[in-house]
């Protein structure tokens, strides 16, 4: 073997090492975040503290707000359903020129009486009915254990029960404005496909409030349809007299007093049911847990908050000592 071969045999190669990977600035090192966090962790407590007796201040101070629901079931027309498809079969069009709509029923009834009942003219009526422009517009709340309410005293004055003025014009609201906020903020209805159920909600300062109004609203809506139907039945029957006053065809008068008959049965249950579109299933009652604030949901965010402040809190201070 030549001496350069025994050489190049007994030449070592240099060892490789695998370059060791170095955590630069911009990475995290989640170890010596926990240390700093672990460091400082009584900050964290206190701030968690002083977020939870912030939001306990808030469920303690602040204006409760209670609700009532009454649930309702239209009322079942079978009998005038039947009776309503024969004739209308027969003398459907001079039934239509009376404005006796024979192919509809009580579905459309209850679509009708939801529809009044979530109306401003209705509401607004119901507003000035029961005298409620003082509480919906002026009370902002109430004291449960005297059972005094509490009053937006910039626009109104409780002791003189009197709306303020401010430069020379007043400050009481519009029934239009006192309707947009009753429907807005206190009245909510929700009809169930399904079942045709109709749940009608009121929420306010005062559960004693809340169940009266569900209740009033529920009788004020049966009456209000009731007095359209006694109306718009009377009519009909004026007309279809007249009617029969003017032929003296056997089959024209037998359909007439037929549709007379008919109505004669609507402008009956006008007058004697009062519960006339819905019946009450289950009443309005007066709950005395309130639904705001939620105090599950403001105690779980204050604390979310005490360990979100806490921690920032920590970072910063961390940062500025070194």
Do not use: C
């Not at 190669?13 to 370059?19: E, G, K, L, R, T």
């Not at 024979?102 to 459309?108: E, F």
């Amino acid at each position: 073997m030549s001496e350069m071969e025994d050489k190049a045999f007994n030449t070592k190669s240099a060892p490789f090492y695998y370059p060791v990977p170095r955590i630069t600035d911009n990475e995290i090192d989640l170890r010596a975040i926990f240390s700093v966090l672990w460091k400082g962790k009584w900050w964290i407590v206190l701030w968690m503290l002083f977020s939870v007796l912030i939001g306990g201040s808030y469920i303690l101070f602040s204006h409760k707000i209670y609700e009532s629901q009454v649930l309702v079931a239209p009322i079942s027309d079978e009998q005038q359903m039947g009776m309503a498809s024969v004739l209308n079969s027969q003398f459907g069009g001079l039934a239509s020129l009376a404005g006796i709509n024979l192919g509809k029923g009580n579905t459309d009834k209850t679509i009708l009486a939801l529809q009044v009942l979530q109306s401003r003219k209705f509401i607004g009526g119901f507003i000035q009915r029961h005298h409620l422009m003082v509480p919906v517009m002026a009370m902002d709340g109430w004291n449960k254990d005297s059972d005094e309410f509490y009053f937006n005293t910039d626009i109104y004055d409780p002791e003189q029960e009197r709306w303020l003025a401010e430069d020379g014009e007043t400050l009481e609201p519009t029934i239009l404005e006192a309707t947009q906020y009753f429907l807005k903020n206190i009245m909510d209805v929700k009809l169930d496909s399904n079942t045709g159920m109709v749940t009608v909600t009121v929420r306010f300062y005062s559960p004693y409030v809340t169940q009266r109004w569900a209740t009033w609203l529920i009788a004020d809506l049966n009456d209000e349809i009731r007095q359209q139907d006694m109306l718009e039945a009377q009519s009909r029957i004026a007309y279809l007299n007249n009617q029969l006053n003017q032929t003296s065809l056997a089959d024209s008068r037998n359909m007439l007093y037929q549709l007379i008959e008919q109505q004669t049965k609507t402008l009956m249950l006008t007058k004697v049911s009062k519960e006339y579109v819905f019946k009450t299933v289950d009443p309005a009652v007066v709950d005395v847990d309130e639904i705001k604030p939620k105090k599950i949901i403001v105690i779980i965010l204050s604390i979310i908050l005490g360990l979100v402040l806490g921690m920032s809190f920590i970072f910063i201070r961390h940062q500025i000592r070194k």
